[in-house]
């Protein structure tokens, strides 16, 4: 197991240059640049002494090894849309409000779709199971920024219960973080769904019942059990793409978090902000795949078992 660990790590980080090789190049293929921006250009001259100083007036070679050295120590340069402030600063300004929004999302989306896929699975084609496939369904297909307007134009505007926009009070946080929850909701209904009807299907369920076993043990015991490794899989995931924050919800809400600082970075070509958001993402995401493997082996002894053998082998 230790081997495969030290395995994945390596793969993550190989996984991290190659991404950001990738955002580097992909970042200084757009045209324009962020001294390019704006209703009133700078002069030539103001522009390049401007690009001498963040040293972009070097070869993309050159830029790429000095920010990558910086970024290793943690470094992650200046912030091009906020003059004097470190991307760091900047970040773990931002931080929170995606934190809040997204945590509030998955803590109240989370426990609700599992609850609905249960149901759905335990009462496989009752009204039910119907209404949870719909709900996942739409959750899944239907843009999370129609979700958005249709909450602020039935609550905001017809109903006028609730603000349409802000961060200042709780009050606020209501309409985003129940846009937030529905993804995690009708993802979970979802999987939690198939992972139970696959789970119910299985020989061991008919074993157990035929030792008469109460259906209550049966499900709350060795069901859940065995349905948690997908379950697994979509969560760690999801939370750490939840909480970062969604670009389209935040835009929505005016929510100042990271997704509206990584769309502003985008639009005036803030090199060091779009990287350093880029990389957080790249190196959480990996990791969140990571634990989910030993959680695997943790829940399941056959994972463990295979692991311990592909090694002796």
């Known amino acids: ?63 790429y ?22 991307v760091i600063r900047l970040i773990s300004r ?17 426990p609700l779709g599992i609850l609905l896929g249960i149901l759905a699975a335990l009462r496989r084609n009752s009204w039910i199971d119907y209404l949870a496939s ?17 909450l602020i134009l039935v609550f905001a505007v017809w109903l006028g219960w609730l603000p349409s926009s802000g ?22 209904s979802r999987y939690t769904r198939s992972a139970m009807l696959d789970t119910l299907n299985r020989p061991f369920v008919t074993v ?22 997908p379950i697994i899989t979509v969560f760690l995931p999801m939370f750490i793409g939840t909480v970062t924050g969604s670009i ?3 835009a929505m809400f005016r929510v100042p978090g990271l997704g509206s600082f990584f769309v502003s970075s985008i639009k005036s070509h803030d090199y060091p902000t779009e990287m350093a958001l880029m990389l957080i993402l790249t190196v959480m995401f990996c990791l969140a795949f990571l634990l989910s493997d030993i959680l695997y082996g943790l829940l399941d002894p056959r994972i463990r078992h295979a692991h311990r053998r592909g090694g002796r082998s």
């Open 65 to 86: 090894a000095t920010y990558m050295s910086g970024v290793f120590r943690l470094d992650f340069g200046m912030a091009f849309q906020s003059p004097g402030e470190t």
């Open 167 to 188: 961060w200042g009070t709780p009050v606020n946080w209501i309409l985003p973080v129940i846009a937030f929850a529905t993804i995690p909701m009708a993802t979970y």
């Open 208 to 229: 157990l019942r035929a030792k008469g076993l109460s259906e209550r043990r049966i499900i709350f015991t060795h069901v859940l059990r065995n349905s948690a490794i």
């Open 94 to 110: 931002a931080w929170l409000p995606s934190l809040v929004l997204g945590g509030l999302g998955i803590l109240i989306g989370t």
């Open 248 to 250: 389209f919800v935040e």
């Open 134 to 150: 719909a709900f996942a369904t739409l959750g899944l297909t239907v843009p999370v920024f129609v979700t958005s307007m249709l």
């Open 1 to 63: 197991m230790i081997r495969y660990i030290l395995g994945r790590l390596a793969t993550v980080l190989t996984t991290f240059f190659i991404v950001s090789i990738i955002i580097f190049a992909m970042m200084h293929a757009i045209p324009g640049g962020p001294f390019d921006v704006g209703e009133m250009p700078l002069p030539a001259t103001v522009r390049a002494r401007m690009e001498a100083q963040y040293g972009l007036d070097q070869p993309l070679l050159v830029q």
